[in-house]
């Protein structure tokens, strides 16, 4: 099988809001069967999907570029919790995972088992930067890691990306001036200008988080394993990526990925 075949196959399954190829192969018989001519097995399929990610993250590297990323100086960046278990979950959940450790996400009031994806998206909302840790650093030992390649914009965070030494040290080293919320105990608060721009253009992406969470499952992927939920990881920020981009050839709304095949 080409790996064109196997990079459409990924893509399909995740803008059709599928959780495995188990699942976009029944879909693919159902209603797409003309476009296939012939599709791996199941199993076949996973171990392919995983062999091409390089080539999948090339590929999304291209429509990134054809987005015009670079071309923008802001940033807004913010971490997911994927969890692998919960307090609640049954005996034994998660055991697949090597990697994954306990963490605590403060805007869901949520404790869990697992990793966080880091996410820096452009005003437009197209992911930029990404990347899949375990779920116990503070959000704040995380900036080097999101903005450490960024030069010469602005980034938008929550509190969680709160600390005036890191925040200091990007504005020397790299003109990256970093605007968060501050917190209530702060004796600087934010300025007007900062608040207006936190309250117009931070929001993007909660609004890209909620793609990614209701319609293309990242934080319930179905993953069993930590290879496998690296695969899904790289395949869902693709395909939301080649999701903007076929929405700006049709000349709708950016975001409106779930839609495109509703």
């Known amino acids: 099988y080409p790996d064109s075949t196997i990079l459409k196959l990924a893509m399909l399954m995740h803008l059709t809001g599928k959780r495995g190829e188990t699942e976009i192969l029944r879909e693919i018989d159902r209603h797409y069967a003309a476009y296939f001519a012939k599709c791996p097995k199941q199993p076949r399929l996973w171990h392919r999907i995983r062999q091409a990610l390089p080539l999948m993250e090339q590929f999304r590297r291209h429509l990134?570029?054809?987005l015009g990323c670079d071309e923008e100086d802001l940033r807004i960046l913010d971490t997911?919790?994927?969890?692998?278990?919960?307090?609640?979950s049954r005996f034994g959940r998660g055991n697949g995972f090597e990697r994954?450790?306990?963490?605590?996400?403060?805007?869901?009031k949520l404790k869990y088992l697992g990793f966080k994806l880091g996410l820096l998206i452009?005003?437009?909302?197209?992911?930029d930067v990404y990347d899949l840790f375990s779920a116990r650093p503070h959000d704040?030992?995380?900036?080097?890691?999101?903005?450490?390649?960024q030069y010469d914009l602005i980034g938008l965070g929550d509190k969680g990306f709160v600390s005036a030494k890191k925040q200091a040290a990007l504005a020397t080293e790299r003109n990256v001036h970093l605007i968060t919320y501050r917190r209530r105990n702060q004796k600087v608060q934010n300025t007007a200008l900062e608040q207006w721009v936190l309250h117009n253009?931070?929001?993007?992406?909660e609004t890209v988080n909620s793609q990614l969470t209701d319609h293309l499952h990242i934080e319930n992927s179905g993953a069993k394993t930590d290879w496998g939920l690296c695969k899904r990881v790289t395949g869902i920020i693709t395909a939301f990526t080649l999701g903007i981009h076929l929405n700006a050839l049709l000349d709708r709304n950016l975001l409106a990925v779930k839609e495109l095949f509703a």
């Open 64 to 66: 990134r570029a054809l």
């Open 80 to 88: 997911l919790p994927i969890p692998v278990a919960k307090p609640t």
């Open 100 to 108: 994954a450790e306990g963490g605590y996400c403060a805007s869901k």
């Open 122 to 127: 452009t005003l437009h909302g197209i992911p």
């Open 140 to 149: 704040v030992q995380l900036l080097n890691d999101l903005l450490g390649d």
């Open 201 to 205: 253009y931070r929001q993007r992406i």
